[in-house]
């Protein structure tokens, strides 16, 4: 932590500290008559359980499918469900609850303590996450991905003499399980301790590219990552001022750092027969944050300080494994890598009078990076040194400022305009420096209780100091390019909100909204992006026994971009259009004598994306992406008698696709590149679930 | 994948209808008021005596709930009862004339006649510490969206605080990350494996976004430790801001990328010796199988686009 940092959190905490203790006033509450004895309220005792027990019947095998679920084989799955509870006559709660428990996809959670006093929880979560069903590969898995011993080397995938009767199918997954443990103590009236720690553990493999030069394989690699993440927060609060200071820290650490892999292909230079990656390197992180908040009569200012560290040093591996090259010297041997972070936010906020209310946020946002700068002499992959090249740690300083003012007029009319002003200033960038600044103004206008419209328009400008092109050792960027997060950028946005609630059990909302960015001054890069959206929904529930709703998305996109293929000025235009709807709707029904109810929902999601090239020939036109999803979920639960419900669900999901960067393009279908066939299949699943809910009598 | 049990906003406007006294509750059972302290005469019994298990909005749930404790010195239920929330009910209490409407009382909720000021004042008597200190501050509070537009009170479960449940509480307002979250590529939130709090501080927070945490790239570090770096060979903008690539709601593209390589990455790059070559059609089957523009594209041999920490791999080759 710097100092100045250690010294800001020093001065800052104790003024909020301060004021927190300042401002505190007790508050007088009225005595309770001694005659309310409550005799209606319906105290719980003793325990309460219910438990589903069914199977569930999945059609088809599908990996998107049983994605985040684990239903991705056709057949049955148990369905177990359950939660337990139970109140102590000492005050104390406690619960516990197991979903999903026949799946890849369990949580279990406990959850309990003495509300008012302190509270305990835990939770399991296993998440699997399926990449694709099976990719088509002749690699052994492992750290090191070796080829059979009868493989054929060759300058193009086409001369691969052995690949098809070597490739085998291999799932491209991993499991996801995580566990948070929790503490909430009410130590003293108004003094809060909190602690956690959550693990979050990730096994299984990924798919990779390893490349020499101009040729690449993609290969499945291991994938083993454990992240450990403590927290431990303090805080006080008052009637009229709140505060919390707390640590966070973090430590994430990878069982298979590097991978190494055969080459595939004829080596262009001696000895570059196996090829090596650096995979995610160990890393920690550790967070010291202050919150506080006063209030001031009818305004409150808030402030919240964090400072923090990333550190890695994580060993180097060999810049080359390539035997036929001399030993490269590094620098230094592991990074000892090293970033501060700070960041320092105040709001103001204040309701001035009843018509007129004010906020404003100052925020500045500190990365700075304290590693070492070397040269590294770069040996270009695994095949001969080609130079040198200096790291580049980047850094940058952000500061905002934001300001909103909102005025209520007569009429139940409410005006709002605002201002914001955010700069940024990087290291070794392009440009160094960028300003932004922004102007909206909002109209509200409320009508017979049942009406709203709201229209807000926003203008902004970024503008920065002077491009250039970086030169650090590598290839020169096109002096003619703007990165579009640095470019300078005209931003115009139009919204506007329609509620109407025409009577109590009918709400209808509509937004619309046009953004159009403009980055004039870009000769290369993106030079326009534009966006449409609309999103409507209505929802209608005339009384607690049935209610129903329905909604419409569409949002688009159209970006222009230059490029140059000379290294000069513009030879070649793209255009994208992109456009994604999706419908739902949905109704909820019990009967009158509530022992049935019935629940349906629908929704269909299109997405689609047209890319059109213009290089001085005709233009030219790509097939589309193009994914389609529609769903239906139908359930009813039937409650037999009050121990017993049984509920029949059927779900039915279709999944389409077209994606011609992927369909279609086999293991050998690119002469340089050595694929695994890994696409995404469509699919169609329906899947039928009976499951039985008992209830037994409450344990008093 | 689809389920919405019960739309959110749709239960909330019902039991609203029904706790939103304006003149149509049953006055039967209810004993005189006291007007003298302005609380009713008998707390929670005189207001059960209405709102019981048949009344239109039970509210008896409250009972299996925190806020239902004795054993809490701060809950209601240790104090006033139904009244330390809705305040002083002497009055709403009273015996109305046929015709006549039943007197106001606070009651929750974005259709509620009560000022979302004085209604989130009462939550927040307890519940500062659960607000936190940047609530008051907050878009949410800014634009008048009070703990009960979220929250519910009267239920077994508060929704907003089930992770398989509160997206749907979420949506009811941001309607087009719903949309979102329905695409082909998505974090698990349609799959009740993510709430949207994961990322998200709905009291207000530091970050952008209202973000859970102090920045958008410690909010992803979260849960994608192995991005964090820092790494010998930075990707600036990884290291600024994972969202000048990737979306964080939903995608029509793998790994929740905003447009496909090698447009996404030629937005920012045009080199020397590695032109900024177009990929065309001609490019593709059945005319070309351009490494360009299949498969992973760039990625194809720039595979750490996150960062690389091998001492050759300037290039994010390896």
Known sequence: MSTAAFSAMARTAPCIAALVLAVDAASAQPVVPEDWDCRFCAFPSGSVASFWLGSAFVSDASGKFGTYTGLDDEGFYAVADGTWRRWLDDGQVWSVRVDDLGLKSRSIALDGGRPGSYRVRAQYDAIPNIRYDGIRTPFASGTRALLPSDWVTASSTAGFATLAANERSVAISHDREQLMTGIEWRARESLDIRAEFRRDARSGNQLIAGSFAAVSAWLPAPLDYVTDEVEVAVGHDRPNAAFEVGYRGSRFSNDAPTFEWQNPFTPFTAGADFGRLALAPDNRARQLYATGSVRFGRSHVAAQLSEGSIEQDDPFVAATINPAIDAVALPRQSLNGRVDTQRLTVDVASRVSSRFRVSARVERDERDNKTQVASFTRVLTDLAVVGASLNAPYDFERSRVRADASYRLPRRMQVTVGAERDRWERNLQARQRTRETELWAEVDVRRWESLRFSARVSDSQRRGSDYSVLDRGSALQNPRLRQYHLADRDRSVAAIDLSYAPVRAVTAALHVESANDRYSRSELGLNAGDARRLTFDVAFAPDTRWNAYAAFARDDLDLRQTGSQQFGPGDWRAETDESTKSQSFGAVWRAPSERLELQLDVNATESRSQTSVLTGNPQALFPDFHTKIRGVNVSGTYTVNPRLRVRVTYRYERYANADWQLDGIDTATIPSILTVGAWIPKYAVDMLTVAFSYTPARDQ | ?318
């Open chain 2, 1 to 318: 994948m689809f389920t919405r049990p019960v739309t959110s906003r749709a239960a909330g406007l019902a039991l609203l209808a029904m706790l939103s006294i304006d003149g149509i509750t049953l006055a039967l059972g209810q004993a005189p008021a006291d007007t003298e302290s302005g609380y009713s005469p008998r707390g929670a019994d005189t207001c059960l005596a209405c709102h019981d298990t048949g009344a239109d909005a039970p509210v008896l749930a409250i009972f299996e709930t925190a806020h239902g404790s004795r054993d809490d010195p701060r809950g209601p239920f240790a104090q006033l009862q139904c009244e330390s929330c809705h305040g002083p009910g002497a009055a709403h209490a009273q015996r109305v004339r046929r015709g006549e409407s039943q007197a106001p009382i606070r009651t929750f909720g974005p259709q509620s006649g009560t000022p979302t000021e004085e209604q989130d004042a009462a939550c927040l008597d307890c519940h500062a510490s659960d607000a936190g200190p940047a609530w008051h501050a907050s878009t949410h509070a800014f634009n008048d969206v009070g703990c009960a537009s979220c929250h519910t009170v009267h239920t077994t479960s508060d929704a907003v605080l089930e992770r398989a449940q509160q997206p749907a509480v979420c949506y009811d307002c941001h309607q087009r990350q719903r949309m979102q979250s329905t695409m082909a590529f998505t974090h698990p939130i349609r799959y009740e494996q993510m709430a949207c709090s994961q990322c998200h501080a709905p009291h207000g927070s530091a970050g952008e976004y209202a973000l859970a945490r102090a920045s958008v790239n410690d909010t992803c570090f979260a849960c994608h430790a192995e991005k964090r770096g820092p790494f010998l060979w930075e990707h600036a903008p990884a290291s600024e801001d994972c969202s000048l690539c990737h979306t964080a709601h939903g995608s029509m593209h793998p790994a929740l990328l905003r447009q496909r390589p090698p447009l996404l990455c030629q937005q920012c790059h045009s080199q020397a010796g590695h032109p900024s070559v177009p990929s065309t059609p001609a490019t593709i089957p059945p005319f070309g199988t351009s490494p360009l523009s299949l498969v992973g594209s760039c990625l194809n041999c720039h595979i750490s686009v996150h960062g690389s920490n091998h001492p050759s791999g300037s290039t994010l080759t390896r």
